[in-house]
């Protein structure tokens, strides 16, 4: 019995491996986007306990057979986000700090009252741009004592329904945009930033609607709101930026095709996961909060900050503007098939926006 049991178990492991490859939105599916190391490991153990058992029946092998194919999948989509997989972001190999961009992204939660925590780390690591999300009106007023005279530029959009966002600035902000894309209540922040070189640079910051049981009970809002944004970018070739609270991870099929849309690059890849959720739960955590850039940049440094008393880390990155060096980056693009669909996502959730939860 307990035999069968392990067989039904790697047969299981498939079947989740497999479902993100769907094109079901509902949460339940795409819930399966986020474990993937997790998965990798049960995946694997499962896999190594059937070939311990003495095989009696050949529903024994299918179990295995199951559990291999789910843990090679698995571990072949955690791959590029290892440090043994090829950068798509080429290393920094020289100083220029006015030429570089200092980003500190985190999401504070906003029952979260340790906000000493967060203006501890500014202060120490002083970024010319901090983002939060889940920033009410009392995290705004928090800042703005510590940190409003030495990073003077802001963008204030103090909400109570967990999609709140701040941004403070120490460069030159311009042309600076709050909009609304897809939800009512889901607000993103557009801005030009101006480096210390003269340089100006596209930033977007966005924290879409998670596809979980009490927020929305599927992915298109998400979806749609990050496709959206990607096309844009795309009809643009200024150097750009995306950051904020995705509320997906680096390897599902949105993030790659957001990815492949815009022509952005995942600065992840081939350094590591860096994951910044769960801060509570070391076994559960994967990246949800991310730093996209297209080729004009190079990577200086990044590095997941100490816990805040949120449920994310904070992540910090410094990227310098380097279009000299475009070329040794490696973007992606989208077939006509993937600008479809893109399209199609972008489109529906337009058309229903109604349904909207809010």
């Known amino acids: 019995m307990l035999q ?25 599916v795409r819930s399966f986007d986020f474990p993937l190391l997790q998965i990798a490991i049960v995946a694997t153990a499962l896999a190594l306990i059937q ?17 291999v194919i789910a843990a090679l999948i698995q571990w072949a989509r955690i791959y590029p986000w290892t440090p043994l997989a ?13 030429h570089e961009l200092k980003l500190l992204v985190s999401n504070v939660l906003t029952p979260n009252r340790q906000a000493s925590k967060l203006i501890d ?14 920033s009410d009106q009392w995290w705004g007023d928090q800042l703005d004592a510590a940190i409003g005279k030495s990073m003077p530029e802001a963008v204030r959009i103090p909400l109570d329904n967990l999609y709140g966002m701040h941004l403070y600035s120490r460069l030159p902000l311009e042309d600076v945009e709050v909009k609304w894309l897809i939800q009512d209540d889901i607000p993103s922040i557009h801005a030009w930033v101006k480096l210390r070189d003269g340089s ?12 979980a049981p009490s927020e929305s009970d599927e992915s298109l809002w998400r979806d749609a ?11 643009s070739s200024a150097p750009t930026v995306v950051a904020g609270d995705l509320n997906d991870v680096a390897w599902s099929p949105t993030t790659k095709l957001f990815c492949k849309i ?3 690059l995942d600065l992840r890849r081939g350094r590591g996961q860096y994951s910044t959720f769960h801060a509570k739960y070391p076994m559960l955590r994967w990246p949800l909060d991310h730093v996209f850039v297209t080729e004009h940049f190079t990577l200086v440094h990044m590095e997941r900050l100490p816990e805040i008393g949120s449920d994310h880390f904070p992540i910090l990155v410094t990227m310098r503007y380097n279009p000299t060096r475009a070329a040794e980056n490696e973007p992606e693009k989208a077939d006509s098939d993937e600008q479809e669909d893109a ?15 809010v």
């Open 4 to 28: 069968l049991l392990f067989s039904c178990l790697g047969c299981l492991a498939l079947l989740i491996t497999l479902a993100p490859y769907t094109r079901f939105r509902h949460w339940s």
């Open 51 to 67: 070939l311990a058992f003495e095989p009696v029946e050949w529903w024994h092998w299918a179990g295995v057979a199951a559990s």
């Open 86 to 98: 090829r950068c798509t972001v080429v290393k920094s190999n020289s100083y220029a700090p006015e």
């Open 121 to 134: 780390l500014i202060h120490e690591h002083e970024p010319d741009i901090l983002l939060t999300l889940e």
């Open 200 to 211: 100006r640079i596209r930033l977007h910051a966005l924290h879409p609607r998670p596809p």
């Open 225 to 235: 709101e990050l496709l959206l944004v990607g096309q844009t970018i795309a009809e």
């Open 262 to 264: 815009s022509g952005m």
């Open 343 to 357: 399209e199609e996502t972008i489109e529906e959730a337009q058309d229903r926006q109604g349904e909207a939860p």
